[in-house]
């Protein structure tokens, strides 16, 4: 027998996209990276590709301190960042003296990472907790979402994070089991 065939659907036409402004440079900007560019080894622009946990790098765990042997693992493989975790943070002090000794030792300047999506990962430092992502979804306020989101990004600021890997795009596939880390289902 014949095998049974379905028909395929016909794709529909897609809208076309339009283009977003064209981002500018500073040419004083551009200028200077293409100098530090020129400056770096080979090896120097391979490990800006990366960015670790402090253990990766400096190979003891937990680390809460940047010292010595922070500064030699910083400078014999400048990585482009550090990712930081609750088991880095212990107070604000301690905390402050890890990322200010952490970039001091940088060659060429570091992200200072954490995934911090409610303030509570960075709560032992200071940061205040904005509650669950999916407490402020649940109300589809988008005010309410800015200011959460703008309130902890001026305490990770201060606790001197430059970069906050959150909030990512998790959405709860079972609206009873929505969790922390997704605004909604």
Same mark, same amino acid.
């Given at each position: 027998p014949e095998?049974?065939?379905? !028909?395929?659907p016909t794709p529909t036409d897609a809208p076309t996209p339009t283009? /977003?402004?064209?981002?500018?440079?500073n040419p004083e900007y551009a200028q200077k990276a293409q100098a530090i560019l020129a /400056?770096?080894?080979?090896?120097?622009?391979?490990?800006? &590709?990366?960015?670790v946990t402090p253990e990766q790098l400096i190979g003891v765990s937990p680390v809460t301190n940047a010292y010595d042997r +922070?500064?030699? =693992?910083?400078? $014999?493989?400048p990585v482009g960042g550090l990712v930081y975790a609750s088991k880095n943070i212990k107070d604000r002090t301690q905390l402050n003296n890890l990322l200010v000794n952490s970039q001091k030792y940088s060659k060429f300047g570091l992200f &200072?990472?954490? @995934?911090?999506?409610? /303030?509570?990962?960075t709560?032992? =430092? /200071?940061?205040?907790k904005i509650g669950t &992502? $999916?407490?402020?979804?649940?109300?589809?306020?988008?005010?309410? =979402?800015?200011? !959460? !989101?703008e309130a902890l990004g001026k305490d990770l600021l201060a606790l001197g994070f430059n970069l906050n890997l959150a909030p990512v795009a998790d959405? !709860?596939?079972? =609206? $009873? @089991?929505?969790?922390? +880390?997704?605004f909604g289902s």
């Open positions: 095998p049974t065939r379905t !028909a395929v283009a /977003g402004p064209t981002p500018t440079v /400056g770096m080894t080979v090896d120097e622009r391979i490990y800006q &590709l990366f960015m +922070s500064k030699k =693992a910083i400078q $014999s493989k &200072l990472a954490i @995934n911090d999506a409610t /303030g509570s990962v709560a032992p =430092a /200071g940061t205040k &992502l $999916s407490d402020i979804g649940a109300t589809a306020d988008t005010e309410k =979402a800015k200011s !959460a !989101a959405i !709860a596939s079972d =609206a $009873s @089991n929505l969790g922390s +880390s997704s």
